[in-house]
Every structure is written in C-alpha cells, then in structure tokens.
C-alpha cells in the first residue's frame, strides 16, 4: 500500500508541475524505492558520487511543502551510519492543491 501510495504521489506532482528538476529527482528515487530511504541512498540514486549536502536541503525544502516526511531511523547502505529516512507524505497539503490550479511554475534556468 505505501509504495502504490507513493507512485500515486509522485504522479500527482509531476503532473502539477510544482516542483523544480531536483526536487523531482527525489520523487522519482522516492516512488521507484521498495522502502523508505536515506538521504545518502537518496543521492547515489539520482548520480552515483553525488554530493549528500545538495540533497539534504532539497529533503528538508521538501519537508516543509508537506510532500515528504521523516520515517524510521535504519543503517544506511551507503555511509553505515544509522540514518533518518525519506517517504512521501500521505496527504498533500493545501498550499500544493491550491497551486495546481494556477498556472504553472516558470523555471528559473531557463524561462520556459
């Protein structure tokens, strides 16, 4: 139930378009997992190598939206440390349904 959950999740804000490349990289590493992950396993996922402290401030912006959401504390697979890690929050929160209805977000690198 909890990964349909999150496919079904991660569809929701694709479609909306909320959320910048980054930020949907994660969703996507989220809602492909078979369990909750660490924010290292988080980042091998999306590049191999890739720096953890680019992903951990998108997890906690990500947080704060109210699309993700800390669950239990396991031994990461990456650094062996024992880790917080990441799942899809079960309900979005209002400021995301309200912005579904506007029109979409401009990206910043580009303009389109």
């Known amino acids: 139930m909890t990964r349909e959950t999150s496919a079904e999740a991660y569809r929701w804000i694709r479609e909306a378009k909320l959320l910048q490349p980054l930020h949907q990289a994660i969703c996507i590493v989220l809602a ?7 924010a ?7 590049r191999p ?10 997890l906690t912006e990500l947080r704060r939206m109210g699309v993700l ?5 396991r031994p990461c697979s ?3 440390r024992t880790c917080i890690t990441w799942e899809f929050a079960e309900a979005f929160p209002d400021e ?13 690198a580009c303009g389109s």
């Open 49 to 58: 190598q890739r720096r953890i402290n680019t992903i951990t401030p998108r």
């Open 78 to 80: 990456i650094t062996g």
């Open 32 to 38: 492909d997992a078979v369990s909750p992950l660490t």
């Open 96 to 108: 995301l349904e309200r912005r579904v209805n506007q029109k979409p977000l401009r990206c910043y």
């Open 69 to 73: 959401r800390e669950h239990y504390p």
């Open 40 to 46: 290292a396993e988080i980042a091998e996922n999306i």
